[in-house]
């Protein structure tokens, strides 16, 4: 199993940005892909998970309403639309996929990690 993040840069305050995460490897859709972040000094954080099936999302407190999370089964892709980006939101993020098919915000649970892409929000 292979999960590839792309899609950081860097972006002024305010601004938006697109990641994904191809999966590749996995035998059927059943698992649940999640997003997490990691600022330098500090720990990696759940930001936002989807469910097997598209149908059932969570995320952080700190990014509901500006952060959606989507998924395209077809494609084995999972997005991460981040909107009204604030600087607090850099971080290096990372996509992580679980064979646990819920939406679950529990860092533990995921058995499989991409690389990371680096986000920096700054004037």
């Known amino acids: 199993v292979q999960l590839q993040a792309s899609g950081g840069g860097l972006v002024q305050p305010g601004g938006s940005l697109r990641l994904s995460c191809a999966a590749s490897?996995?035998?059927?859709?059943?698992?649940?892909i999640g997003w997490f972040r990691q600022a330098p000094g500090n720990e990696r954080k759940f930001v936002a998970a989807?469910?097997?099936?598209?149908?059932?999302?969570r995320y952080a407190d700190s990014v509901r309403g500006r952060f959606t999370i989507s998924r395209d089964n077809a494609k084995n892709i999972v997005f991460l639309q981040m909107n009204s980006l604030k600087p607090d939101d850099t971080a290096v993020y990372y996509c992580?996929?679980?064979?646990?098919?819920?939406?679950?915000?529990?860092?533990?649970?995921?058995?499989?990690w991409g690389q990371g892409t680096l986000v920096t929000v700054s004037s």
């Open positions: 490897g996995f035998t059927s859709d059943y698992y649940a």
């Open positions: 992580a996929a679980t064979t646990v098919p819920a939406a679950t915000d529990y860092r533990l649970s995921y058995d499989y």
């Open positions: 989807i469910n097997w099936s598209g149908g059932s999302t």
